[in-house]
């Protein structure tokens, strides 16, 4: 199992050009330090409008400057929007393999479409059609990375003959995932031959359902990219220290405060009934865990708060059900000081990351 | 935190409506006819909304008219507009104002579930191409407007949001303001949805003055069994609803 971060860039009101600042440091300092500690990947979002929750609209700026300050970290766009308004495929192609040359090929691509109304309205997107220009979009997307000239004419953009420049630094290109939220996208992920990006918490029963369902269907899929990438990535939350009540508790406010958040968010269907919202992805569990009767230790189910014991256990449970990757959120609107979150991250890595060594680095590498 | 709203609750308590107690009888009424459309409004609209409540981002209102073919008071038409809000963690819609085409009904939902309703000439009225809606009280008209070119949807496409009131209601032995959380059950026969379209909406009239419609959203016609339920929660206007919020019963069904 590796073990990654998550970013979203949460920021508290209120909003000075400092509290901005001080949160994109703190996080790049955890970020070099995770990278020190064996970290396997760090991620970012693509957030617009999301007061408080996510700051984070330009993720591949975050990312370069994660790569530049570390050296074997994987950097992951967790994920570009593909929706034409959001972004334009030319640029998703120039800048995902500009940044996998800087980062010198430790780049992550995941591809999604936005599930609120504040950021498809703000951009005046046409909440019916993200699925399929989604779908457009990462089927072009390895095509523009590898081909020497490329062209197309599609429904949602098109371009004449051009060589696309750079090209990936990557062979043959990066690895491509998708966020998986709401049920069933974890089987178009699938079928295309990408990575399920899994951006719920908890649930194991659920969740192994699905992961079951993923590995079934991808044996069979048609890839959009040069490769199959058949890993199953998930999130949780992270905070580790001796005294497993007190970081439960403390975890538990960070947890809660991102559910809070989380639960403020207008989702598409909310606002704009449509056949490509069919369902609230996972804002009505994280409304239940923030306020409702499962804001109880069973809502903990998974998460990765509290001693070194009791993480062991928690994520021993998400690999038995097929967890590849976990990816950490470790604060919420900075409410774990950041020596607490450096020194979670240093324990988590002395006492839990041994755990999941496998034979061959254990014995370095004899085996 | 999120936003909270910045109503000055001394400024609304006079034109409050009063509820007779929190044991009001449900009403059933089935086949309604519902539209709805939302609207995105100014940031200045936060001034409408109690402070404990916290605004939706961006701030959109719903306005609802709807036919209820069958009630326990005889058939009548509603017409409401709603802010756009969250109490704690939960999507609700504040009730701005309400029009009611029949005195009982009006009286009715003030004194059972606290919504702030007159009584006005309510039309709803279908065209092959558009569903118009219409209100006009005392020959002005404050409500002109329609859903334009109606496309069949699923129902379960259609998340109506619940809402919420603010009433003078008794409780602990006294009458003071609470909001009031409405919360009825939809069980959808038919859903269309089309683009709104708002010729005349009077502000002032809709407990708003001033308020611009900005980006349309969506808008929705819908076929539905429906009702209005007892009242389970009420919450104190003045403080976060985390921290406000009295249950008056279990479940819908519980005394």
């Known amino acids: 199992m590796k073990f990654g971060l998550f970013y979203e860039i949460s920021v508290p009101r209120p ?36 007061e408080e929750y996510s700051h984070c609209p330009a993720p591949e700026l975050f990312l370069t400057a994660c790569a530049m300050v570390t050296k074997k970290i994987r950097v992951g766009h967790g994920i570009i929007v593909c929706v034409p308004e959001f972004n334009h495929p030319i640029k998703i192609a120039e800048r995902t393999a500009t940044l996998d040359i800087l980062s010198g090929g430790r780049l992550e691509v995941g591809t999604g479409r936005s599930a609120t109304w504040t950021e498809l309205g703000g951009f005046r997107s046409d909440p019916d059609i993200t699925k399929k220009s989604w779908d457009e979009f990462v089927r072009c997307l390895p095509k523009m990375w590898t081909q020497d000239t490329y ?45 399920s990006l899994g951006l719920t918490f908890g649930q194991f029963a659920e969740q192994e359902k699905r992961i079951a369902e993923y590995r079934r269907r991808i044996q069979l899929c048609d890839p959009v990219g040069d490769f199959v990438n058949d890993q199953v990535s998930t999130v949780n939350f992270l905070y580790c220290e001796e005294d497993d009540e007190k970081a439960r508790a403390t975890g538990r406010r960070m947890a809660d405060a991102f559910n809070y958040l989380a639960s403020q968010l207008i989702s598409a269907r909310e606002a ?14 994280l409304r239940r865990q923030a306020t409702g009767p499962d804001s109880s230790e069973q809502a903990g189910e998974g998460l990765a708060l509290g001693g070194p014991e009791r993480i062991i256990r928690a994520l021993k449970k998400w690999e038995a059900v097929g967890v590849d990757r976990v990816n950490f959120l470790l604060n919420t609107m900075e409410i774990i000081p950041q020596g607490d979150v450096l020194a979670s991250l240093r324990l988590f890595a002395r006492e839990v990351m041994p755990a999941f060594r496998d034979a061959k680095t254990v014995n370095g590498g004899a085996a | 935190m999120p936003l909270f709203g910045t109503l000055e609750l001394p400024s609304a308590v006079a034109s409050l409506p009063t509820l007779r107690n929190l044991d009001t009888e449900p009403w059933t009424l089935p086949k309604a006819e519902i539209v709805q459309m939302a ?64 005195r009982e009904a009006a009286t009715g939902l003030r004194e059972r579930w606290g919504l702030p309703t007159e009584t006005a000439t309510v039309t709803l009225k279908r065209r092959h191409d558009r569903v118009m809606a219409q209100v006009i009280r005392d020959g002005a008209t404050i409500l002109d407007a329609a859903l334009v070119d109606p496309q069949p949807i699923s129902g379960g496409d259609v998340q109506y949001i619940h809402s919420v009131t603010l ?79 009295r249950k008056i019963r279990d479940s819908r069904e519980a005394e």
């Open chain 1, 272 to 285: 704009y009934p449509s056949r490509s919202y069919p369902s609230l992805g996972l804002l009505p569990q």
């Open chain 1, 151 to 195: 062209s197309y004419q599609g429904e949602f953009w098109s371009m004449p003959e051009r060589c696309i420049i750079p090209k990936v630094y990557q062979k043959p290109h990066p690895p491509m995932w998708v966020a998986v939220t709401s049920p069933g996208t974890e089987l178009d992920a699938a079928d295309r031959g990408l990575g």
């Open chain 2, 167 to 245: 009433a003078q209601a008794p409780l602990d032995g006294k009458t003071a303001p609470w909001l009031v959380q409405v919360d009825p059950r939809f069980t959808f026969h038919k859903a269309e949805r089309g683009r709104p379209d708002v010729s005349r909406l009077d502000g002032e009239a809709w407990g708003a003055p001033g308020l611009a419609l900005q980006n349309p959203i969506a808008c929705t016609a819908c076929t539905c069994d429906t009702d209005l339920p007892r009242i389970r929660f009420v919450m104190d206007p003045e403080v976060p609803v985390v921290r406000g919020t």
């Open chain 2, 39 to 102: 609207f995105e409004v100014p940031r200045a609209t936060h001034a409408l909304l109690p402070k404990a409540l916290h605004p939706a981002i961006p701030s959109y209102v719903t306005i609802w008219v709807t036919r209820y073919p069958e009630s326990p008071i005889g058939p009548f038409l509603l017409a409401q507009l709603r802010l756009m809000a969250r109490a704690g963690a939960h999507p609700r819609g504040f009730v701005l104002r309400a029009y009611a085409s029949t």
């Open chain 1, 15 to 50: 909003w000075t050009r400092e509290t901005e600042r001080t949160v994109y440091m703190n996080a790049l300092e955890q970020v070099k330090l995770a990278d020190d500690l064996g970290f396997d990947q760090v991620w970012a979002v693509e957030h617009h409008f999301l």
